[in-house]
Each structure stands twice: as C-alpha cells, then as structure tokens.
C-alpha cells in the first residue's frame, strides 16, 4: 500500500521488480497497462481452460489413427512420456517467464521485456504473429476434429459404412464447424465468470472421461491384447514406403506433441486470475503435468482393446478408418450385438473435444485482445475493445471467424488444410521457444524472476526447452510418405515457412516504421 508504481514504457530495458505490498492490478499498472478485464479467475479456474484446451480426449483420439500407423503401441506407450517430459520442462521455462510478466499478451510481451530497447520490437512482431496464427490454428483443427466425430458418430449411428449408414460430405461437415464455432462464439460472449464455471466443468468431464473410458472399454472388448503387445509391439506396417524404425517411432511423436499443446492459455488469462504471478505458472505446470500423467494411463487403457491393427486403419471398416470409433463400435458390438454403448463413449469424447474448442476461443481472444491493445492487428482499436461483462467481444468472434476461414481450404484440398493446422503444432512451439530463448542469451544476466523461478536451473531447462523445440521442428517437417508426390508431401514446412516470410516480409516492409512492441495505456 503506497508503494510508488514505475510505469514501464515500450522499450524500457529495466526488469521488471516485485511489489510486495501491491496487489494484481497495481502489478498490471507497473507492465504498463491499466485493469479492464474482470479479475475473478481462481488458480484452479486458470487450470481449468488450459486442461481443458490441453485435453487428452482430444488430441489423442484425433491422432490416434496416426499412433497406431507409425510404431502402434510401443510409439504411442513409450513416446507419450519422452514427449511429455519435454514438454513440462518447456512449460517449466514458460512458466518462470509468467511469473515475472503476467499479463495476456504473453508470449510476445515476454519477448519485448526480454530482448530489449534495440530487437524488442522485432521480437514481439514474430513472436506475437506465430502466437496467434498457432492459436487459431488449434482452434481450426479442434473444431474441425469435433465436426469428422460428429459425421462418423451419425454414420455408426446408422448401420455404419458396411451397413448402409448416412456418410456427410465434406460440405456437411464444414457445416457442423461452422454450427461448433457459432456455439462456442456465443459461450465466450458470456462474462467470465460464468466461463470459470464451464472451465471447471469441463476439466472435471476430461478427468472423468479418461479414467471411465480406460477402464470401460478394455472391460468391454471380448477380445484384448496381451500386456506383451502393449509394451513391445512395434508396428512397421504403414504402406506409405518407411521402413526405418527410427523414422516411423519420430513421426509416431506427433500424437503426443500436437496433444500437448495450448498451455499458454494460462498466460494469456493473467489478467483475469488472482494472484497471477503466482497462479498463472501453477496453471501451466500443473496442467502439463496431470495431462501427461492421465494421458499415458488413457493410452495404456485403450490399446489393450487392440487386436487387429490393419481393420482398424482400414477405410472399408464401419467407421470409415477412425480408429477410436472403431474401437469403441466393436467392443460394444461384439459382446452386446449392438454398438450403441460405443456410440455412447463417443459422446463423451465428443462433448470434450467441445469443451477444448470453447476454451481455444477463450484463449484467441485474450491474446488478439492484449496484440490489438499494442496496436499490432488490422482494426486495432475495434479487436481491443470489451463489453459492460468486461469481456474482449469483437476479438472473441474475429477468432470464431478466422477458425471457420481456415478450415475452408478442406473444401479444395484434405492436403491444404493439413498444411493450415500443421501451423499448431509447430507454429505454436516455436512461438514458446522465441521468449525462453530471449531468456537464455540476451536477458540471461538482467532476467528479473517473479514468485516462481527456477533458481540457477533456470538456464540449463531453458536451453533444453530450446533445442527439444529446434529438434521436433525438423523431425515433424520430414516427409510422412515415399514417394512424395504433390499428395503425400509433408507441407508443414511450407506452411511454417510461409508464415515466417509474411511475418519478416511485413515487419520490414511496412511494421517496423511504427510497431514498437508492448506500449502502456495507463493513462488513456
């Protein structure tokens, strides 16, 4: 109480101090920004949305037919850990970061603070851009995912492939992403607090979800692997032309990795959540950590229902080749005679996937919000502005909006629009690389810590997190199949490459002459 607040301007290079006797806002005015979000956020509602955008439900059961190609069980048994570990020692380095700045612009505000008065600004741009084209990217890929679910839950529902059931086209499903956006739009619209109360529900539903449908549907299955099969199977099978173990183990990982992605959602809800120095780290590394934990057991749970690797991948199976469905269907079917209680489980992961969805919007439009408040979007002024529930309206559907967008190009090509998502993956990881990068060289000795910190480790994880981000970069941009044609070419770095060069390219051409990173608004 009392304490003087110094106002940190744009290219400020001084860190950024404590205030012992301030509280959350007083430290927001402090970064330079005034309080106009609602801050009603507990530590474990900010836990909430990023485990909800984490979601094992989600990517694991969007990419599992993809587990089960390259590698099968011991890919997806023994990868899921290896990724998960770097991943937390990722979220460790980003986490330390929050913990000094939080406030919701996040990735590419901690870049600014980091790089300094000279690259500050430069690195804020790049930063920010691969920030939210990646988040947009998640939240076209999740939504998208949800409305493929949807279609096969109505195919099984109506005799299946092999029995005659209703197949959508692709125009019906971008319908069912236009209807999920719409829905989710509308839910971000509500104020906040009653977001917190459908975080919580929907973190609670992931938790449920996994442990119920691990344990269900092994019970259920007549037929079950071998624990033998589960730990040492290795499925060399793919039929795209790879035969090194090597490779089909690497590109079996991106199950893992594009599952565990989204936790900067914690970051970007600082300005929201109480005693964010301190809650907004604990959602990031808490979230990581119980997604890897239930991930791997919800992986272990479902492949011992798998038996027969090529029905399940096969297109002509009542699924249509979505594996889980199939797996779910069949279990069902075989011991009841009916698939009903499969299409049920499905249901479940549905309604996650959903939930995932909702708070992906939550997240875009806290970051769009705080980009727009430093003038770095198109129409700054219109994204930036909130309603009387103190919730950032027009950027909640400007991302609703662009999701549909992108998910368009599946209209034209299954190969474009895999080339738009791949953005989320890699796109978004090396948005959390660029700052604990920062952190590592050019602000290792100035780096002021927050409450959390990772005391003299904090370099060495740093460097790691680093270098794991570098190494998946590459290994996920190899091709996925031989010989590569315009079809089977991996586009990943074409798409990342291409951001990269729209990012530069406008930075130089037009940003550079009045972008000058992160500026306050106390006074405006």
């Known amino acids: 109480m009392g304490t003087p607040i110094r106002v940190v301007a744009a290219g400020d290079l001084a860190p950024y101090h404590l205030l012992k006797d301030s509280g959350d806002d007083s430290r927001l005015n402090q970064l330079g920004y005034k309080q106009e979000l609602s801050r009603s956020l507990s530590a474990v509602s900010n836990f909430s949305v990023t485990f909800s955008i984490i979601s094992v439900l989600t990517g694991i059961n969007t990419l599992y037919n993809q587990g089960l190609s390259f590698g099968g069980p011991v890919t997806m048994v023994y990868g899921w850990p290896i990724v998960g570990l770097f991943t937390f020692l990722v979220g460790l380095s980003l986490a330390e970061i929050c913990s000094a700045y939080p406030t919701s612009g996040g990735l590419y505000f901690w870049s600014s603070k980091l790089c300094g ?12 851009w691969f920030n939210i084209v990646g988040q947009w990217a998640v939240t076209t890929s999740v939504d998208f995912s949800l409305a493929q679910l949807i279609s096969v839950i109505i195919l099984l529902s109506t005799g299946g492939k092999n029995g005659g059931g209703y197949e959508a086209s692709k125009y019906v499903v971008i319908a069912f992403h236009a209807g999920i956006l719409l829905l989710h739009a509308t839910i971000n619209s509500l104020p906040i607090s009653w977001l917190s109360f459908i975080g919580q529900l929907a973190a609670a539903w992931n938790i449920l979800g996994v442990f119920v449908l691990m344990i269900l549907i092994p019970l259920v299955a007549t037929e079950r692997a071998s624990a033998e099969f589960v730990f040492t199977h290795f499925n060399t099978d793919n039929e795209v032309g790879i035969g090194s173990s090597l490779y089909i183990f690497v590109l079996g990982l991106l199950m893992s990795q594009y599952t565990l992605t989204g936790y900067d959602a914690s970051a970007h809800m600082t300005e929201e959540t109480k005693d964010a120095d301190i809650n907004g780290p604990k959602g990031i590394i ?16 479902i492949t011992f229902a798998v038996t027969d690797i090529p029905k399940l991948l096969s297109p002509e199976n009542d699924a249509g080749g979505y594996a889980i469905a199939e797996i779910f269907y069949q279990a069902f079917k075989s011991r009841y005679g009916s698939g009903v209680g499969g299409i049920v489980c499905l249901g479940i992961i549905a309604v996650a996937i959903f939930f995932c969805g909702m708070s992906s919007i939550t997240s875009n439009s806290r970051m769009a919000y705080a980009f727009s408040r430093d003038g770095a979007m198109p129409f700054s002024p219109f994204w930036h502005k909130v309603n ?5 309206i027009n950027a909640v559907w400007l991302s609703a909006f662009i999701a549909f967008c992108m998910a368009l190009t599946s209209l034209g090509s299954l190969v474009a629009f895999q080339a738009m998502v791949s953005i989320a993956t890699i796109g978004l990881y090396i948005a959390y690389a660029l700052p604990i990068f920062f952190r590592v060289t050019l602000a290792r000795k100035s780096f002021s810590p927050g409450p959390f910190n990772l005391g003299k480790y904090g370099v060495l994880i740093g460097w790691i997190s680093v270098l794991w981000v570098a190494t998946i970069s590459i290994l996920f941009s190899l091709p996925v199949a031989y010989p590569i044609t315009d079809h089977t070419l991996n586009y990943t770095p074409v798409a990342v490459g291409g951001l990269l060069i729209l990012t530069v390219s406008s930075w130089f051409l037009s940003a550079r002459h009045w972008f000058r990173g992160p500026i306050t608004n106390i006074n405006s």
């Open 286 to 301: 808490s979230s990581i950590g119980i997604s890897v934990i239930v991930g791997w057991g919800y992986i272990l749970g």
């Open 117 to 128: 008065n000279r690259w500050g600004p430069f690195a804020s741009w790049l930063t920010g």
């Open 388 to 392: 009387k529930y103190e919730v950032p």
